[in-house]
């Protein structure tokens, strides 16, 4: 449930208002002036609450509702209890989405964490620096010697942004976080504590032991990407590393030198990404997947969590498993051993 010491709704909405917004069809038209000014989970719900139900395993929730508006499919509509606003959508979960982003924006895109406007008196700023005018440079905040940082960006209190970086418009760098060696596009992301443009894993075997190979290369963020708390992006060794646009990395996550990360691509938590690694558009990650170096990755991949990459995966393919092998054979090998240890058991059962 919100909230209202952090995060107040910026107004209510009406029942009527939300199925314009997103389209939805509202089951009972007599109900469009039922008030929405909070969002909770189904089996919670609550006075003023909106709520979404989606998919067969929930559609037992439905009849226990506890809510002033629902967003379901139509399908399930007729289980809603009486008085419950109806709101009949084909992907309730996004539309629910949407209604939460308008209902709290602060909480959509962050924003400055000490109230500060304009630059803090107590921020360090380069004098060779160009910060737009309506960026936000908050206390502690360091701003390096030639770096350019765009209109409307939030940069939070004790992040350093290194020589000659370039961010964006309408950005957030959040507390904590180094940027060095990095170009960065609009409506960038970055959470606390990151780690963007430090050196690569790079060295090679010497007389003495491991022996450094410079990292001359650099970062190269897309427009509308985010990047999760304490995760890392290591700038290239000759070449850049990029992440694609619109692309989503959850907190934990590396990503070494020269990799190259497609367009709206999602990463969850405690992945490693190896170097030189191609990963195309749109593909998804799990958690705590790990990926072999100079791998590519087809446009459109599922990998399932926990997996371990040690060979190329094609376009559209799913794959899991530890080494990762296509879900379909992961899954025979699985049910296979299964019937061996059943086997097994029965023999010495016997025995």
Not at 194 to 210: E, N, S, T
Not at 292 to 313: E, Y
Request: aromatic residues 4%; proline residues 6%; charged residues 15%.
């Amino acid at each position: 449930m919100t909230d209202p010491v952090f995060f107040a709704p910026s107004r209510r909405y009406t029942a009527g208002e939300v199925a314009n917004l997103t389209g939805a069809s509202l089951l009972d038209s007599d109900q469009a002036e039922i008030a929405i000014e909070a969002l909770a989970p189904a089996n919670e719900g609550g006075n003023g609450a909106l709520v979404f139900v989606d998919g067969k395993r929930n559609f037992a929730l439905m009849q226990s509702l506890r809510a002033a508006a629902v967003l379901c499919p139509a399908d399930f509509a007729s289980k809603a209890p009486p008085g419950i606003a109806v709101l009949m959508h084909p992907r309730p979960q996004q539309a629910f989405a949407m209604v939460g982003r308008l209902l709290f924006p602060q909480a959509a895109t962050p924003g400055p964490m000490t109230g500060e406007t304009g630059i803090s008196p107590h921020a360090f700023i380069d004098p060779s620096a160009h910060v737009e005018d309506g960026a936000i440079v908050e206390a502690g905040a360091v701003i390096g010697p030639g770096v350019s940082i765009g209109t409307g960006t939030v940069v939070a209190p004790h992040a350093v942004v290194g020589r000659s970086c370039q961010i964006g418009r309408d950005g957030f760098v959040g507390p904590g976080t180094s940027i060095q060696y990095a170009l960065v596009g609009n409506r960038v992301i970055i959470h606390g504590g990151a780690r963007i443009g430090q050196d690569g894993f790079g060295f090679v075997g010497g007389a003495k032991g491991p022996e450094r190979v410079p990292q001359i290369g650099r970062v190269i963020i897309q427009d509308d990407v985010e990047i999760g708390s304490n995760s890392t992006v290591d700038r290239g060794a000759m070449s850049d590393t990029i992440i694609g646009q619109g692309t989503k990395i959850d907190n934990l996550v590396q990503i070494a030198h020269n990799v190259r990360i497609g367009r709206n691509c999602i990463i969850a938590g405690l992945s490693g990404i190896s170097g030189s690694v191609v990963v195309g558009d749109n593909v998804t990650m799990g958690g705590g997947v790990g990926l072999a170096d100079h791998l590519t990755i087809g446009p459109g991949a599922k990998l399932a969590a926990r997996s371990g990459f040690m060979n190329n995966v094609p376009a559209g393919e799913v794959w899991g498993g530890y080494p990762a092998q296509p879900m379909a054979e992961a899954m025979r090998e699985i049910a296979m051993l299964r019937r061996m240890a059943r086997t097994r058991k029965q023999g010495d059962g016997n025995g």
